[in-house]
């Protein structure tokens, strides 16, 4: 039997991804729907109170990409329960526009469109931005960036809805990101250690 095709669906700020074998011009089973619905409401009210959380070490608002942050809201909100800690090694050799595209798809096994890069370079980005304050700061108590993504997954009739974690060490990274690798359009060699955490969705807590 011949495997049968996915879709996949990035959202414009990279938070929400949906991966399906049914064609888009199909609905999703209703079920999945309202669990989806409520999953993702979930999400945005916890970035809205991430983003108006003052970061005691900081002084100013959590950033949105401060692993730190994003863990404690994940574990205090009694919706999401981590299942998995999983961890990968992505050595990089790449142009600074595949980077972003590559290292998506080594941890999501996802091939993006040019729309769907942008998206992730952009992430890219402001994690970096984040990882600079870090290193700068150099607080012991503070050293984790990351990103949480809401994941549909819809594949050949086998559905979850989880999020998932990425997140990496500065201090253990800081000469790869001083490179800014998603700024400088040149070649580069780097190896990033990403530590993947997955979340079930609690549906009838």
């Given amino acids: 039997m011949g495997q049968a095709n996915e879709y996949h669906l990035v959202n ?15 609905n999703l089973p209703e079920e999945l729907r309202q669990e989806f619905s409520i999953a993702s409401s979930i999400l945005a ?32 909100s009694g919706r999401f329960t981590k299942v998995v800690e999983d961890s990968v090694t992505y050595n990089a050799y790449h142009s600074s526009h595949q980077f972003g595209r590559r ?7 996802v091939s993006l469109d040019q729309e769907g890069t942008s998206v992730v370079l952009a992430i890219l980005n402001s994690l970096g931005k984040e990882a600079m304050r870090m290193s700068t700061q150099a607080h012991p108590g503070e050293s984790k960036v990351g990103h949480m993504m809401l994941i549909l997954e819809n594949l050949a009739g086998v559905a979850s809805v989880t999020i998932k974690l990425f997140y990496f ?15 400088k359009n040149r070649w580069h060699r780097s190896r990033w250690d990403v530590h993947v955490d997955t979340y079930a969705f609690n549906v009838n807590r």
């Fill in 103 to 109: 290292l998506f798809q080594k941890l999501l096994g």
């Fill in 12 to 26: 414009a700020s990279g938070s929400i991804l949906i991966r399906t074998t049914s064609p888009p011009s199909q």
């Fill in 169 to 183: 060490d500065v201090h253990l990274h800081s000469k790869y990101i001083q490179l800014a690798p998603c700024k």
């Fill in 45 to 76: 009210a916890m970035t809205v109170a991430l983003s108006r959380t003052i970061n005691p070490i900081s002084g100013h608002f959590f950033s949105l990409y401060n692993y730190h942050g994003i863990e404690r809201i994940l574990s205090g």
